[in-house]
């Protein structure tokens, strides 16, 4: 509850000119930033959106989470860096990640 009430000034900076993508992409920053205990400095980038998000969905133990995530597959651990670094929004794209690829859309079921 605290990181949802926490959120809002993030949730406030939504039609101040910027992208859907930039809005999203600054609420993983400041996750990761006010994250406890800290995860050291954001990632950047190939792999950088899939690492955020995924700790975000962890909600707990993300150091555990960031080690299992490392220890896939290359091919395993690739396709989950383009899929979660995508927007599905057209010709939008992450600043912290390197997938210049911008197809879409983007389809996550998480349960």
């Known amino acids: 509850l605290s990181s949802f009430v926490s959120s809002f000034s ?3 900076s939504i039609g ?3 992208s859907e993508t930039q809005v999203c992409e600054s609420y993983l920053l400041w996750r ?3 994250h406890r205990p800290p995860l ?3 990632p950047e980038g190939h ?3 899939a690492k955020m998000r995924l700790v975000i969905m ?3 133990n993300s150091k555990t989470i960031l080690d299992a995530f490392n220890k896939l597959h290359e ?3 690739r396709t989950l860096c383009e899929e979660l670094a995508r927007t599905g929004c057209e010709g939008q794209r992450y600043s912290t990640d390197s997938l210049h690829d911008v197809r879409g859309p983007a389809f996550l079921v998480y349960y």
């Open 75 to 77: 091919t395993d651990r």
């Open 47 to 49: 792999g950088a959106i």
């Open 40 to 42: 050291g400095p954001p």
């Open 32 to 34: 990761w930033e006010s």
């Open 58 to 60: 962890a909600q707990g």
């Open 10 to 12: 993030i949730v406030g």
């Open 16 to 18: 101040r000119c910027q």
